[in-house]
């Protein structure tokens, strides 16, 4: 069994729908164009406009985090330092660019161990931690989530301490500590529901369905992914919806609830194409594909795998576009490096000769 799980991957991230993330976007904007802010308000701004888009443009997010940091750089601002590399690393982040990501993260960390304010630390190491874990490194992200889990503690951040004890849940039950993950997720809702945080505990509620999916307790997981599908419509974050509705597809289906897991299945392929996520679809096909082959509808259950498999390789393709993309930029970048060094050495080769020059036809006037 393999159901998605839900990661925390920055507790004051408040997911929300497209259209309002583009209505904050304006307005931010907006605000940098008119108000002729002070350079704090800038930097200020430009981190809040990073923060917004980072799951659905994570491109203009690393851009506008990267106009944040040079101007810190121009204007000081030194306690904005560890937010602005900890938003840089988590856009590499949702780009996929883990390797990159970590050494940022760890300047974040650095950057903000030396801040009175620990909530930017918090977060660098959180994020850190889940670079680690999309990294397979599972004892690294332990560690740093169990870090993160030690300052929330001392700070007196039950929030974040709570964020950080559902991600140590998760690397529990992928370690196969399905108890002790379960008794994680349970510990953090009880703080995240007495403080009113609706969305952490809906995310929790997705990650202990998918754990009591695994002891194949399935009337317990259906009860936790309805919970969870409640709250995300309520909050329309349409994202995590449709990977509730996966998980409902495939917990249906292990209990031979055909129609059911039908009727999710198309749910979350229907979202899934309207937000462009080809990965949730493809998974989905792939559960699809199989509730039709128990329904005896062959047919459409080879036409799914079909899609499912042309779905597959087309996300493959378009990694290895990307990567080449990546090295053509990289080697571009060093080219032009190399140039300017090479330029830089002929002028000083010239200025070399110049002075001799001028040195001969100095000593030529003097004799």
Same mark, same amino acid.
């Given at each position: 069994?393999?159901?998605?799980?839900?990661?925390?991957?920055?507790?004051?991230?408040?997911?929300?729908?497209?259209?309002?993330?583009?209505?904050?976007?304006?307005?931010?904007?907006?605000?940098?164009?008119?108000?002729?802010?002070?350079?704090?308000?800038?930097?200020?701004?430009?981190?809040?406009?990073?923060?917004?888009?980072?799951?659905?443009?994570?491109?203009?997010?690393?851009?506008?985090?990267?106009?944040?940091?040079?101007?810190?750089?121009?204007?000081?601002?030194?306690?904005?330092?560890?937010?602005?590399?900890?938003?840089?690393?988590?856009?590499?982040?949702? $780009? *996929?660019?883990?390797?990159? =990501?970590v050494v940022i993260s760890? !300047?974040?960390? %650095? #950057?903000? &161990? +030396?801040?009175?304010?620990?909530?930017?630390?918090?977060?660098?190491?959180?994020?850190?931690?889940?670079?680690?874990?999309?990294?397979?490194?599972?004892?690294?992200?332990?560690?740093?989530?169990?870090?993160?889990?030690?300052?929330?503690?001392?700070?007196?951040?039950?929030?974040?301490?709570?964020?950080?004890?559902?991600?140590?849940?998760?690397?529990?039950?992928?370690?196969?500590?399905?108890?002790?993950?379960?008794?994680?997720?349970?510990?953090?809702?009880?703080?995240?529901?007495?403080?009113?945080?609706?969305?952490?505990?809906?995310?929790?509620?997705?990650? $202990? *369905?998918?754990?009591?999916? =695994?002891?194949?307790?399935?009337? !317990?997981?259906? %009860? #936790?992914? &309805? +919970?969870?599908?409640?709250?995300?419509?309520?909050?329309?974050?349409?994202?995590?919806?449709?990977?509730?509705?996966?998980?409902?597809?495939?917990?249906?289906?292990?209990?031979?609830?055909?129609?059911?897991?039908?009727?999710?299945?198309?749910?979350?392929?229907?979202?899934?194409?309207?937000?462009?996520?080809?990965?949730?679809?493809?998974?989905?096909?792939?559960?699809?594909?199989?509730?039709?082959?128990?329904?005896?509808?062959?047919?459409?259950?080879?036409?799914?795998?079909?899609?499912?498999?042309?779905?597959?390789?087309?996300?493959?393709?378009?990694?290895? $576009?990307?990567?080449?993309?990546?090295?053509?930029?990289?080697?571009?970048?060093?080219q032009k490096e190399d140039?300017?060094?090479?330029?830089?050495?002929?002028?000083?080769?010239?200025?070399?000769?110049?002075?001799?020059?001028?040195?001969?036809?100095?000593?030529?006037?003097?004799?």
């Amino acid at each position: 069994m393999k159901l998605h799980f839900y990661l925390a991957l920055v507790l004051l991230m408040r997911l929300s729908s497209i259209a309002q993330s583009s209505a904050i976007l304006d307005s931010l904007s907006s605000e940098l164009k008119t108000e002729n802010p002070s350079s704090l308000d800038y930097v200020s701004i430009l981190l809040a406009m990073s923060d917004e888009p980072r799951q659905t443009d994570p491109d203009s997010s690393l851009e506008t985090a990267i106009l944040g940091l040079k101007a810190i750089d121009k204007y000081g601002h030194e306690d904005l330092r560890a937010p602005a590399l900890h938003r840089i690393a988590t856009a590499h982040n949702f $780009l *996929g660019n883990f390797d990159t =990501s970590v050494v940022i993260s760890f !300047q974040a960390i %650095e #950057a903000g &161990e +030396k801040l009175e304010d620990k909530a930017p630390l918090m977060k660098a190491l959180n994020g850190q931690a889940i670079n680690f874990y999309y990294l397979n490194d599972l004892e690294k992200a332990a560690e740093f989530f169990e870090k993160c889990y030690e300052v929330a503690l001392e700070e007196g951040n039950e929030l974040e301490a709570a964020n950080a004890l559902q991600n140590m849940g998760l690397v529990k039950g992928i370690q196969g500590d399905v108890d002790s993950e379960i008794d994680a997720y349970l510990k953090a809702r009880v703080v995240m529901e007495r403080l009113g945080f609706d969305e952490g505990v809906a995310n929790i509620d997705m990650n $202990l *369905g998918t754990a009591y999916v =695994s002891q194949q307790k399935f009337e !317990q997981g259906l %009860e #936790a992914f &309805e +919970k969870a599908r409640v709250v995300f419509e309520e909050l329309e974050h349409d994202a995590a919806l449709c990977v509730i509705h996966t998980n409902l597809a495939e917990t249906h289906l292990y209990k031979g609830d055909l129609n059911n897991a039908l009727k999710n299945a198309r749910l979350s392929i229907e979202i899934a194409e309207a937000l462009s996520l080809s990965n949730e679809k493809k998974y989905t096909l792939e559960i699809l594909s199989k509730i039709h082959e128990s329904k005896g509808d062959y047919k459409m259950a080879l036409a799914t795998i079909k899609e499912f498999q042309l779905l597959k390789d087309s996300i493959f393709q378009d990694e290895k $576009l990307k990567q080449i993309e990546e090295l053509k930029v990289e080697y571009e970048t060093q080219q032009k490096e190399d140039d300017i060094a090479l330029l830089n050495a002929s002028n000083a080769l010239k200025d070399a000769r110049l002075q001799q020059q001028q040195i001969v036809l100095i000593l030529l006037i003097v004799g």
